[in-house]
């Protein structure tokens, strides 16, 4: 599957985003899709993850109640809704898809990436 993420960009702390990733090539329904990040020096980290039929999230604490993801399974999205946002969650914001069942929150199961998607929370 062929992802292409979008949406970054240049927010002031406690604003908001919206991320979209667009699925294409494969059955999206196949696949756990997933968000992860890497800030400048840092390890890449898990954000979040959303089941194949959209009903089961998982978040890392630092997003928990700030950021939200959701798929559409009739048009092969996956979003990130990212409110409250914080100058740490500065980072190169990647959307992911993996066989694993039922969630995967750890890079090595997922399978496939997209390019990366720049967001900037400014203090």
């Known amino acids: 599957v062929q992802l292409q993420a979008s949406g970054g960009g240049l927010v002031q702390a406690g604003g908001s985003l919206r991320l979209s990733c667009a699925a294409s090539?494969?059955?999206?329904?196949?696949?756990?899709m997933g968000w992860f990040r890497r800030a400048p020096g840092k390890e890449r980290e898990f954000v979040a993850a959303?089941?194949?039929?959209?009903?089961?999230?998982n978040y890392a604490d630092s997003v928990k109640g700030r950021f939200t993801i959701a798929r559409d399974n009739t048009k092969n999205t996956v979003s990130l809704q990212m409110n409250s946002l914080k100058p740490e969650d500065t980072a190169v914001y990647y959307c992911?898809?993996?066989?694993?069942?039922?969630?995967?929150?750890?890079?090595?199961?997922?399978?496939?990436w997209g390019q990366g998607t720049q967001v900037t929370v400014s203090s």
């Open positions: 992911a898809a993996s066989l694993a069942f039922p969630l995967a929150v750890v890079a090595e199961e997922y399978n496939n």
């Open positions: 090539g494969r059955t999206f329904t196949n696949y756990v």
């Open positions: 959303v089941s194949r039929s959209g009903s089961t999230t």
